[in-house]
């Protein structure tokens, strides 16, 4: 069984920074895409951040330049580096990984339980 666990969130004060961390346990054979999306109150879940092998990335415009996602696949675990936050960066993050359980199954795409970040003004 897969199982994605993120780090805590927290409140931060605007300007500050959070790192948010997430790592993919269980039944692992292989695993492609990683990315981190968030939900604010009254909003639809929405891309943050994702990151692919061979290493490539893509962030949301309201992050660029002030996020980085990076991953360590020997940990099986996705970062989340914050920066410069905004009171709109508040919402609950959720990572999400493409996992390949075994040889015989294909990727699927499993979530972690999403944390709450809240930045105040």
């Known amino acids: 069984q897969v199982q994605l666990v993120e780090s805590r969130g927290g409140l931060v004060q605007a300007g500050g920074s959070l790192r948010l961390s997430c790592a993919v346990s269980g039944s692992i054979f292989s695993v492609n895409a990683m990315g981190w999306y968030r939900q604010a109150p009254g909003k639809q879940r929405e891309l943050v951040a994702v990151?692919?092998?061979?290493?490539?990335?893509n962030y949301a415009d309201s992050v660029k330049g002030r996020f980085t996602i990076s991953r360590d696949n020997a940990k099986k675990t996705v970062y989340l580096q914050m920066n410069s936050l905004k009171p709109e960066d508040t919402g609950v993050y959720y990572c999400?990984?493409?996992?390949?359980?075994?040889?015989?199954?294909?990727?699927?795409?499993?979530w972690g339980q999403g944390t709450q970040v809240t930045v105040s003004s």
């Open positions: 990151t692919t092998i061979p290493g490539r990335t």
């Open positions: 999400n990984a493409d996992v390949k359980p075994s040889t015989y199954e294909p990727y699927e795409t499993y």
